[in-house]
């Protein structure tokens, strides 16, 4: 079965400093990896997407992610953290049906 | 368009009461979600709808009912809830039922139940 591990439920960066969230997954097949972002009281939105058409990807707001075969990892990336950013983030992994990490919780202070 | 509507924002009911969920998408996908989430965790994944035909069930009590009327609107009828069973509700949808596809998800219904 598919799966995704998160690894650090919360991450604090200062305002400017570059975000590193991590996610590995676990796939017998090639994988499809998302990532989602959820502000407070609200839905999931789409960061980004691999779909094996580039390893680097790149999303909204600044983010990406690059697609690591040989380590299994797909981490998400922002060169210069903003104080929207701050949010809770989950990699996911699409399969039968699509598997959510445990989520990772970015503080960003001033 | 990319919105995913749902009503109502919030809903507190009794554990006798009956009442529904509605999820609506104008984008002509075809598949179409229900998730569970509970605070500080990731969303759990109830049924999923591929073109109006309920294809996957994980498993989730009967007192949980989804329906798919048309291609654009899918409901969820609850009756005899649990206090357990307050969470936040997220339907979501996308082009189709492959894996490939991205999913988008509106912004929930925090249920309460009393």
């Known amino acids: 079965a598919q799966s995704v591990t998160q690894l650090g439920s919360h991450v604090s960066v200062s305002e400017g400093a570059l975000v590193l969230l991590r996610c590995n997954y676990s796939s017998s097949v090639p994988p499809y990896l998302f990532w989602y972002v959820q502000y407070p009281n609200q839905g999931l939105q789409l960061l980004l997407k691999y779909t094996s058409a580039a390893t680097l990807v790149k999303g909204i707001n600044g983010f990406e992610a690059e697609f690591k075969k040989s380590e299994t990892s797909f981490h998400l990336t922002k060169p210069s953290a903003h104080m929207s950013d701050a949010a809770e983030y989950f990699c996911?992994?699409?399969?039968?049906?699509?598997?959510f990490g445990a989520g990772t919780r970015l503080t960003v202070k001033p | 368009d990319t919105e995913v509507t749902q009503t109502p924002k919030h809903l507190v009911m009794g554990m006798t009461n009956k009442k529904s969920l509605k999820c609506e998408q104008h984008?002509?996908?075809?598949?179409m979600y229900w998730y569970k989430q509970k605070a500080k965790k990731p969303p759990e994944l109830m049924f999923v709808y591929s073109y109006e035909k309920l294809s996957i069930n994980e498993s989730v009590p009967s007192r949980f009912s989804p329906e798919c009327p048309n291609s654009s609107l899918l409901n969820l009828h609850l009756h005899a809830l649990q206090p357990e069973d307050s969470a936040l509700y997220l339907c979501?949808?996308?082009?189709?039922?492959?894996?490939?596809?991205?999913?988008?998800f509106g912004p929930g219904t925090r249920l309460t139940v009393t």
């Open positions: 996911a992994v699409s399969g039968q049906d699509m598997r």
């Open positions: 979501a949808s996308s082009q189709g039922a492959l894996s490939s596809y991205e999913q988008y």
């Open positions: 984008m002509g996908h075809r598949a």
